[in-house]
DNA sequence: CATCAATATGACTGCGTAGACATGACTGCG
DNA sequence: CGCAGTCATGTCTACGCAGTCATATTGATG
C-alpha cells in the first residue's frame, strides 16, 4: 500500500495534474486558472474547468501555503466567553474575513491561563497566519513572542513588539463618557462606576470616559466598584451600591452587569429610574426588553471588525503603503427607560427620551429599535 | 534577489535544517523531536530544543501538512449571529478542539445565504481540514458536496452523504419536555409554545418536544407562534398572545425570547406569573436576574462539545473502532419566579421552586445559582 | 563469542502547488 | 519583410517537512 491510500478510501483526492491531464494543459495552466492569471485563452480556462468539475478537483491549500509562502489565513486570538461583546466582535472578524478572502483561524485564551495571550499567538503562528487578531486584549505584561506578521489589536495600545501593529476599536473612551454625561445632563450629582475587570483595556478605557466626564463637570469621583462583566457580578455590586443612599445613578461597563445590577437595587426596594437610573454599556438584543428598558450605548462592533480587517489586510497585502486610519464609526447613546432625573430635585420638562448630548463626535439617533417596548 | 526573502524583513524564518545544523544532527532528527517519535535519545533531544530555542524555530504546518496529509485541525460551520447558544457552543468546541491538539478553523454560514452550508463546507475541505463540525445546521435540503473527512453534526440527522456522519448534542427534546411538563404538572391546561425558526433543528427538536410533553398528558395543542429567537421576535409575539385571554402558559424555544415575551405580556397588563407562566429555554446568564427571574432549562454546551469533539477526533484517529456513543448529557430545569400555577384554580401547597419531576434519564439539581435573587 | 533484537540515527524522496524563466505564436509597424 | 512586443503556454524546481528504508550502535542471549 503506498502512500497514495492517504485519504480515506483510497480514492485520493485529485490533484491540479490530473485536471490538466484531462484538459490536455500543462499543472501550471491549471494553477494559472484558479489564480486568475492574466493570459490564460477563453477556450482553455473553460476546458480546465469543465475537467476540474468532472474531477471534483479541489486545490489543496497546504501546498498552497508551501510554495507561496502565504496562508491566506488570519488568526484572532479571543477570550473563551460567550460573551456578547467578544461573540459580536468575532462573527464581525468572521465577516468581514471572508469578504476580503481569508479564512480564519480562532484560538481562545481562557482568562487566567498563565500561558495566556502569548500561548494563543505562538499557537497561531506555528498554525501558519498572514496576520493576527487580538479580539479582545488583556493586560498580561509585555508579550515576548517573537511576531513577524501584522498584528491587529482591538481597542488595546500596542502590548507588545511586532514590525506591525496596528489598533481599532469604536472609542470606547467616548462612549462611556457620553453614557456618563447622559446621566449628568439629567441632574445627578455625580453618577457611580460599576467598573469590567481592569485587566481588560476595553474595561479601562470605560473607567476613563467616565473619569472625564465627571471631571469636565467638576463632580466628584465617588469610589468605583469592580465586577466580572457576569449579571451575576452585577447583583453583588448592586447589593452593595443599594445600602448607600446616595447612589443616584450608576453608569455599568456593560449590559450584562447593568441588568444583574437593576435587579439588586429592585430586590434591596430601590426603583429604576425613580430612585437610582442606570445606563450600560453595548446594546445586547435583549436591552429594549428587560424591565425596566435599559439606556446604553451601542457598540458598533460590526463596523469596528469591518474597518479593522480593512486595515490589517491591507497591511498583509501592501506592507509599504501607510495604513489609512480607520474612520471612527459612530457613537450611539440608546435611551430607554432606566434613566430619569434624580429623585429630590425635579427638573421640569424632564430631560428623559432625548440624545441631547453632542459632542466632538457625530452621534447617530438615539434610534427605537423593533417594537419599542412602552415605558412604564 | 531569491525566493527566500518572503517573509517579511529578509530575516526568513529558521527550517528544521537549520536546527539540524546548529545541533550537529540530521533534519530528520530534528522532526523526531518535535513530534515526539521514539527512539531519539536524551541527549540529543536536548541538544535540538536548545538550538531551536535559540533559533526561534517554528514549524511549517503547511509543509507538515503536506508531508503527512493531515492538517490537524477541524472546521467549524456556525451561523454568523452572537447568539447565546450558538457562541457558547463554539467556544466549548474551541476548548475541546484544543486540548485534543486540534486547531480551528471557522466560517459562518450567514442564514438565507443562498450557498448556505454547502459553500461553507466547500471552503473549508479546499483550506484543508481533518474533520468538520456543523455547530447548529439548519435545513437547507441535501448538501451534494462531496465530503470526504469525517462530519460531526450537533443536533440534526445526518443531512448528507459523507462517509462518516455523527450527531452529538444534548437531547433536546427531552429538555423541551421537561420544560413543558413542568408548567403542566403546575396544573396548567395547555401551553403554548413560542417555537424558534423551523429551519433550525433545534428549533423542530423544541417544538417535538413541546408536543410529546402534551401528547402524555392529553392536552390540547394550541397554535404554535414562531419567532427568529430574537427578544424583539419575543415581544412580538407577546402581543399577540395578550390578548388571547386563555393563554396561561408558555414554553419559549429560547431566553430571549421569553424575555421578550414576558416583557409583552407586561406592557399589556398581564402579569408573569400571576397570569401568565413562562419558560425559557439555555438559561443564559442574565436568566437570573431579569424581571421576574426566568425559569428555563440549561443547554449542557461545553459537555456536548466536549462529547462531540471526543467522537470525532476518535473517528479522525482510528477510522476502524466503531465510535462509541456520546453519554447524553444531564437534563437540567432551573425553576426560577418566572413560572407558577395558573391564576384560575388554585393549587394548595404551590408547585414552585421544585425540580419534581424525574423522565427516562437522570436530572441535574436545579442548582440555585450565584447569587440567588429573592423572588416577589 | 557469534547472533539477533532493540535502539538510535541518517540519506533520500515525495507531498501538490506556484514562481522563475523559456518558448512559441501572433501582432503591428517601420 | 523582419523585428520588437504582447500574449499564451510549457518546463523545471523549491517550498519544509515527514515517510521509508538503510545503517550504525548497543546489549542480551544461547
Redesign the interface.
Known amino acids: 500500500m503506498t502512500r497514495q491510500t492517504?485519504?480515506?478510501?483510497g480514492s485520493s483526492?485529485p490533484r491540479s495534474v490530473d485536471v490538466a491531464r484531462l484538459a490536455g494543459v500543462s499543472q501550471k495552466t491549471v494553477s494559472r486558472v484558479f489564480n486568475d492569471e492574466p493570459y490564460v485563452s477563453a477556450d482553455v480556462r473553460r476546458r480546465v474547468l469543465d475537467a476540474a468539475e468532472q474531477l471534483?478537483y479541489?486545490?489543496?491549500?497546504?501546498?498552497r501555503?508551501?510554495a507561496s509562502?502565504r496562508?491566506r489565513?488570519i488568526g484572532v486570538v479571543?477570550l473563551?466567553?460567550?460573551l456578547?461583546g467578544p461573540?459580536?466582535l468575532?462573527?464581525g472578524i468572521?465577516?468581514a474575513a471572508?469578504d476580503t478572502g481569508y479564512?480564519?483561524?480562532?484560538?481562545?485564551t481562557?482568562e487566567g491561563d498563565p500561558a495566556g495571550i502569548a500561548g494563543a499567538v505562538?499557537?497561531l503562528?506555528?498554525?501558519?497566519v498572514d496576520g493576527i487578531v487580538i479580539s479582545e486584549p488583556i493586560d498580561e505584561g509585555e508579550i515576548s513572542v517573537?511576531v513577524?506578521?501584522p498584528v491587529l489589536s482591538c481597542g488595546a495600545p500596542p502590548a507588545f513588539s511586532a514590525?506591525r501593529v496596528m489598533t481599532t476599536g469604536a472609542d470606547s473612551i467616548l462612549l462611556a463618557r457620553v453614557a456618563t454625561e447622559h446621566l449628568l445632563d439629567l441632574g445627578h450629582a455625580t453618577v457611580h462606576h460599576l467598573a469590567g475587570p481592569q485587566r481588560w483595556y476595553s474595561a479601562r478605557d470605560r473607567l476613563e470616559g467616565w473619569r472625564a466626564a465627571l471631571a469636565a463637570h467638576a463632580g466628584d469621583e465617588p469610589p468605583v466598584v469592580e465586577g466580572d462583566w457576569?449579571?451575576?457580578s452585577?447583583?453583588?455590586a448592586g447589593?452593595e451600591l443599594a445600602v448607600d443612599g446616595s447612589v443616584t445613578a450608576v453608569f455599568a461597563a456593560n449590559d450584562?452587569m447593568a441588568?444583574?445590577l437593576?435587579?439588586?437595587l429592585?430586590?434591596a426596594g430601590r426603583r429604576v429610574p425613580d430612585d437610582v437610573s442606570v445606563v450600560g454599556f453595548d446594546d445586547v438584543?435583549?436591552a429594549?426588553?428587560?424591565?425596566p428598558?435599559l439606556t446604553t450605548v451601542r457598540q458598533p462592533?460590526d463596523a469596528v471588525a469591518r474597518e479593522g480587517l480593512k486595515l490589517l489586510v491591507q497591511v498583509i497585502e501592501q506592507?509599504h503603503l501607510d495604513p489609512s486610519p480607520a474612520s471612527a464609526p459612530p457613537v450611539e447613546l440608546v435611551v430607554r427607560a432606566s434613566t430619569a432625573p434624580p429623585p429630590s430635585r425635579t427638573i421640569p420638562g424632564r430631560g428623559r427620551r432625548t440624545t441631547s448630548r453632542s459632542d466632538r463626535d457625530t452621534h447617530g439617533p438615539a434610534t427605537p429599535?423593533?417594537?419599542r417596548?412602552?415605558d412604564?
Open positions: 492517504r485519504r480515506s478510501e483526492m471534483g479541489r486545490r489543496n491549500n497546504a501546498a501555503a508551501l509562502g496562508t489565513s479571543t473563551g466567553t460567550a456578547y461573540a459580536s468575532l462573527m468572521e465577516r471572508r479564512a480564519l483561524r480562532v484560538v481562545n481562557m505562538e499557537s503562528l506555528e498554525q501558519g517573537p513577524d506578521v514590525p457576569s449579571a451575576a452585577g447583583y453583588a447589593r450584562d441588568i444583574g437593576i435587579r439588586a429592585a430586590d438584543p435583549v429594549p426588553y428587560v424591565t428598558p462592533f506592507p429599535d423593533g417594537p417596548p412602552t412604564h
